[in-house]
């Protein structure tokens, strides 16, 4: 069966400092990968998507980057954080059969 | 845009009543849709899929669907406490990297 692994769980950073969040899949082969963030009590606000290695697509300009080095593997990173990047990030996949996504646990980040 | 409209509630429903929840979107291209469930902190948590017009039902829910008027919706019956969380509709065009449109969410409160 298909897994996503999300890490960490939750994240405190100061303003300035880097970000690395990492997102792998398990039990399945090219998947659409996908990042998403929702700001408290928001929606979700799709970040970049890929559809294959290397492939990044970004949904909305910002201070974020995204990486997909392997083919389950996708990531998220920033240079400098900034207040605004806080909030709960999801990484997702999707792929046959279900058509929608499934999501990994999510990221609490926290910048202070 | 490709919006999906949904009441940010809260609905507040008894114990043992039936939950309705109403979705609406724009995109008449869209051939999938979806239902997701979001306790507080949570990720969201795949409940229900609808591709054809008409009636799906699995368990307490059942999911609904007229593209004609561009609407879905989902009944939970005999509400139960653990129902209550927020309650994601997303739409799917099978376009690009088949990304799905999230609605902000309702948020259900079944009360004692």
């Known amino acids: 069966s298909q897994t996503i692994h999300q890490w960490p769980a939750t994240l405190v950073q100061p303003v300035g400092s880097p970000l690395s969040l990492e997102c792998t899949v398990e039990?399945?082969?090219?998947?659409?990968l996908y990042w998403y963030r929702q700001a408290a009590g928001r929606g979700l606000q799709l970040l970049f998507y890929?559809?294959?290695?290397?492939?990044i697509s970004s949904e909305v300009p910002q201070n974020l980057s995204a990486s997909r080095p392997q083919d389950r593997q996708f990531i998220l990173s920033s240079k400098k954080l900034l207040l605004s990047d806080s909030g709960f990030y999801l990484c997702?996949?999707?792929?046959?059969?279900?058509?929608?996504?499934?999501f990994g646990s999510g990221t609490r980040l926290t910048v202070v | 845009q490709k919006e999906v409209e949904q009441n940010s509630g809260p609905l507040s429903v008894p114990e043992g009543a039936i939950a309705s929840l109403n979705c609406t979107y724009s995109?008449?291209?869209?051939?999938?849709f979806f239902w997701y469930r979001q306790y507080s902190g949570k990720s969201p948590e795949l409940i229900m899929s609808?591709?054809?017009?008409g009636d799906k039902e699995d368990g307490r829910f059942t999911a609904q669907l007229n593209k004609a008027s561009q609407y879905v919706s989902l009944l939970i019956r005999d509400s139960q406490p653990s129902d209550s969380a927020t309650y994601l509709c997303?739409?799917?065009?099978?376009?690009?990297?088949?990304?799905?449109?999230f609605g902000t969410g309702t948020r259900l409160q079944v009360t004692l």
């Open positions: 997702a996949w999707s792929g046959y059969p279900t058509g929608g996504y499934t």
């Open positions: 039990g399945t082969s090219n998947p659409n």
């Open positions: 890929s559809v294959g290695i290397g492939q």
């Open positions: 995109d008449r291209g869209s051939q999938s």
């Open positions: 609808i591709y054809s017009n």
């Open positions: 997303a739409a799917q065009n099978t376009g690009t990297a088949s990304k799905l449109t």
